[in-house]
């Protein structure tokens, strides 16, 4: 394998870290991690040569126009979910000044990570994730509408992770990782109610063992590629009795929760709830055509079912009901 130039951003994040680990521990390629904290990338840059800490920030990327150059395959994992501005500056403006700075002589394959929640159940545009998702979701939508119009457009390949869960002590968690232990103060309630609804779910582990194929993998027909990362669907039935089944808990009975249901819980905890929140609660089916895993690509998931994450995450079943009987008592 010849090795190849790469331009990775976002590393200090949690997926960044799992895509900086497997790019330096299962290939030759030559890395170059651009990261605004070094303090913050926890990986062992020092296990092989060509591994080159880059310091700097998206907001002036113009300062590496020249190493950008001979880059011939750019992973874009940074994003940013501050405020309107800054948001729609980095996730749109300067991701797209990166791409403009990239050799088309050069440059084989872009690697862009978007989100699958700016899609819809064909894998096409959701609308209402461009009229009333969140400043994230927003600009993700912009993005992804005008990287068809840039030069180096037939050498994208968009990924559209589902849920993401994954970090562990040296990487930081996802959102949904972090909140995993609450999931011992609801599950004995969640046992007793039925949702309608489905989603996909992807640990950062293998988004980063898809990543790694697509380096080695460019579109052979110089035609832009998308692919949603997630295991195949599953209705949200279906994961409480998968957590019921974990920590060792029965389902006596199952309540069904409706709309009503929902809407007179908004009202009575006084929940702050969003147009784009609202959405969801009619939407729910957040399900994908054709979700990719490594297991599509010829490699082993390591984390296919949610069973999987909760072990990973250091929760364990004996030591959940402890906690239950303790906080019932």
Known sequence: ?????????????????????????????????????PDKLKVDCTVRPGIHLLQGDLRHIQQFADLLKTIEVAVLAATTWGGPQEVYDINVIKTQQLIGLLNPQVCEQIIYFSTASILDRNNQLLKQ????????????????????????????????PTLVFGGDGRKPYSHLSAGLP??????????????????????????????????????????????????????VDRAVEEICAYFNQRIYFRIPVTRWLMELLIVVFRIQV????????????????????????????????????????????????????????
């Not at 590393?11 to 870290?17: A, K, Q, Y």
């Not at 009333?132 to 600009?139: A, F």
């Not at 011992?184 to 489905?198: K, M, P």
């Not at 969801?280 to 999987?308: E, I, W």
């Open 182 to 235: 609450d999931v011992t103060r609801w599950i004995g309630l969640a046992r007793f109610l039925s949702a309608e609804g489905s989603f996909h779910f992807i640990h950062a582990y293998d988004i980063a063992q898809v990543v790694s194929y697509l380096v080695d993998h460019p579109a052979q027909d110089h035609r832009p590629r998308k692919l949603v990362l997630g295991n195949p669907l599953i209705t």
């Open 274 to 329: 969003s147009a784009w929140d609202r959405f969801f609660l009619d939407y729910r089916h957040d399900t994908h055509q054709d979700p990719v895993t490594p297991s599509t690509l010829g490699r082993t998931t390591r984390y296919p079912t949610l069973a999987h994450l909760l072990k990973e995450r250091g929760l364990q079943p004996d030591n959940t009901i402890a906690k239950l009987r303790s906080s019932q008592s």
């Open 129 to 160: 994730a461009g009229e009333i998702g969140t400043d994230y979701i927003r600009s993700k939508y912009v993005c992804y509408q005008q990287l068809s119009k840039l030069e180096l457009a037939d050498r994208l390949t968009t990924v559209f």
């Open 1 to 37: 394998m010849t090795p190849k130039r790469i331009f990775l951003t976002g590393s200090s994040g949690c997926v960044g870290h799992y895509l900086a680990e497997a790019l330096i521990q299962e290939t030759p390629h030559e890395l170059f991690l651009l990261v605004r904290t």
